[in-house]
């Protein structure tokens, strides 16, 4: 079992930075491959990022590559999603997960999700 904890989202203008932090307790986490997706109201659940075990590995959405960083701190069990150049479209509920599939993109891959953080931002 991996509880999950996001923190981070905010309202923004267009053009600016969001930090999100997904803090894991509960079982080892340098054992899970880490996640981030996003949702907005009516839409489906969607992938923004992935890192592997050791955070030697990261893969992103199209619509985000070049502008979302991924990164992983096993020691203190939290993932980062640093967003630069945000978008009115960026924004969406971010849900940090916990699963065992290297390098993907499909919710159901994901065991243990968060409760999610708001990212707004403005034009």
């Known amino acids: 079992q991996v509880q999950l904890v996001e923190s981070g989202g905010g309202l923004v203008q267009a053009g600016g930075s969001l930090r999100l932090s997904c803090a894991a307790s509960g079982r080892t986490f340098s054992s899970y491959v880490m996640g981030w997706f996003r949702q907005t109201p009516g839409k489906e659940r969607e992938f923004v990022a992935t890192i592997s075990w050791s955070g030697d590995s990261t893969d992103y959405a199209d619509s985000v590559k070049g502008r979302f960083t991924i990164s992983r701190d096993n020691a203190e069990s939290t993932v980062i999603l640093q967003m630069n150049s945000l978008k009115p479209e960026d924004t969406a509920v971010y849900y940090c997960?916990?699963?065992?599939?290297?390098?993907?993109?499909?919710?159901?891959?994901?065991?243990?999700w968060g409760q999610g953080t708001q990212v707004t931002v403005s034009s």
């Open positions: 997960a916990a699963g065992p599939i290297l390098g993907s993109a499909y919710r159901s891959d994901y065991s243990y």
